[in-house]
Every structure is written in C-alpha cells, then in structure tokens.
C-alpha cells in the first residue's frame, strides 16, 4: 500500500515535471521553426491598422510587427482582430503575438501577458453629428451613441453619462449606424477620430467636440508564461522609444506627434 502510494506520488511529480517543463517552453522557438511570426493588429482603425486598396492590412502597428519579425528572422503573417476577440486570439494561440489598440488594464493583465513599457496612448472621445451640437458629456445623456463591442468606455459612457450604447462588432459597422442617424456620435478612441478628421469626408459634417476623457496607454501582449518573449517585447518598446520610431510612425501616417510618444522618446534619452 505504501508503496503504490508512493509510486503514485513519484508519477504525479515527473508529471507535473513535464507540464512544468511544456509551460516553461516559449514560443519563440516555435516561430523560428515555423519561419513565420503570425501577429494580430486591428483592420479597421487608421492609421494604426488598416486596409489598404489591395486589401493588404497596413499601419502603425502593422508596421512594428515586422520589426518583431525581422528581429527573429521570420516572416510576418497579420490576423485581424477586434476588440472583442482580440485575447482570444491570443490565449487560444491564433496569434503569437498582440499588437491591437488595447489599452492596458488589471483585468487584461491576469488573461495575457503585457509588455512595459507601454508603446503607446489614448484616450476617450466621441466622433459627433455637428449638427447636434454637442458641449458637454452630460450632453449624451439619454441619446443613442455608437460603441464598439468590448471596449470598455461603453460601459462608463453609459453609466457616467447616461447614453444609450448601441454597440457593433466593429468601425465600420459603428460608422454606418452614425452615417445612417443611428446615434448621434460614437464613442472611441481619441487618436482614431483625429485621423478620421483629417478627411473632409468626415470633417464637413462631424466633429469631436469634447474633452479627451481616461487618456489611457495601450499594452502589446504574449500569451502568460512567455517570458522570454515577454522580455524581448519589453526591450524591443524601449528601443522604439528611445530611436524616436514611434514619433517617425506617426508622421508617416499623418499624425501629429502625441504627447506619450514624445514624453518616452525623452525617458529614454
């Protein structure tokens, strides 16, 4: 009996052993033999991923994670995600790494793995009918405003201010409905609405008239565990910051320089 017992015992810790073992693996090693990095990045939101007219996704973000390829010796595969599937994609390994517009909160940090520094910054706006003349957030209250599923400014929008969220699955969609009389603005990204009214499309009849809310930073992520590809990430930000290529990327696509990325790029130099 004792020593079945023990038996078992031996049997369970090589077990754990192995698991330990597999745990501790990290997925570098695995993109290597693959000789592709496959990356998420948003589709749908310039200029930090977006389509371009061949239909290839293009941007910002996709722009650093062919760095991170290049770095491996890789080739870069981009998945588009969206807010709502995002770590998904990520914990359920569709993606080995994430780089999507996601700000960086507790609760995302116990499901995947962020990088520090932060690469980047936003905050809360909406893109709002001119015509509604829009003050003040109060001015929200009990009117209809486009959100995206799963950002989590719908859920303080609503409660803060009173509006009626009526969220899609992504910005176009959100788009449409605001195009359409749906809602009389849509809650997002401030850096998104920016560059959107850089087009006279847009800013003929929208505006974004309110004060920039929660400005927040965004976390690139691994999955948990990844250490060692958690640590090339972190050292890979730092250097974005500190070479001024955040700064060049946001020229690139037409922005103008945001305080974050200029207050890091002095951090760290």
């Not at 496959?38 to 991923?49: L, M, S, W």
């Not at 809360?124 to 003050?135: D, E, F, I, R, S």
């Not at 359409?180 to 087009?199: E, M, P, R, T, W």
Request: include cysteine.
């Amino acid at each position: 009996m004792i020593k079945s017992v023990f038996k078992t015992a031996i049997l369970a810790t090589a077990m754990l052993g192995m698991a330990s073992s597999i745990a501790a693996a990290d997925v570098i090693d695995d993109i290597k033999a693959r000789g592709k990095l496959i990356v998420g990045t948003k589709a749908d939101y310039k200029p930090y991923g977006f389509r371009d007219p061949s239909g290839a996704v293009i941007g910002i973000e996709p722009d650093l994670a062919k760095e991170v390829a290049d770095k491996l010796g890789v080739a870069l595969e981009i998945v588009p995600v969206v807010s709502s599937n995002r770590m998904q994609f990520l914990q359920q390994g569709k993606v080995d790494l994430m780089i999507a517009t996601m700000t960086d909160k507790p609760d995302r940090r116990k499901v995947v793995f962020i990088s520090d520094p932060n690469y980047y910054s936003s905050g809360t706006n909406v893109l709002a009918w001119k015509k509604v003349g829009l003050k003040s957030w109060e001015d929200l209250r009990g009117k209809s405003v486009c959100g995206i599923q799963g950002a989590f400014y719908n859920k303080k929008t609503a409660k803060d201010f009173g509006a009626k969220i009526a969220a899609f699955k992504g910005t176009a969609e959100s788009l449409t409905a605001l195009g359409q009389g749906n809602c009389v603005a849509f809650v997002y990204d401030d850096s998104f609405i920016a560059a959107k009214l850089q087009d006279s499309q847009w800013s003929d009849k929208y505006e974004m008239p309110l004060p920039t809310i929660d400005d927040a930073p965004w976390g690139l992520a691994v999955r948990l565990g990844e250490d060692k590809f958690h640590a090339m990430m972190n050292d890979m930000i730092v250097g974005w910051h500190k070479s001024g290529r955040i700064l060049e990327l946001e020229k690139q696509y037409g922005l103008g320089n945001t305080p974050f990325a200029v207050m890091m790029n002095k951090k760290y130099n």
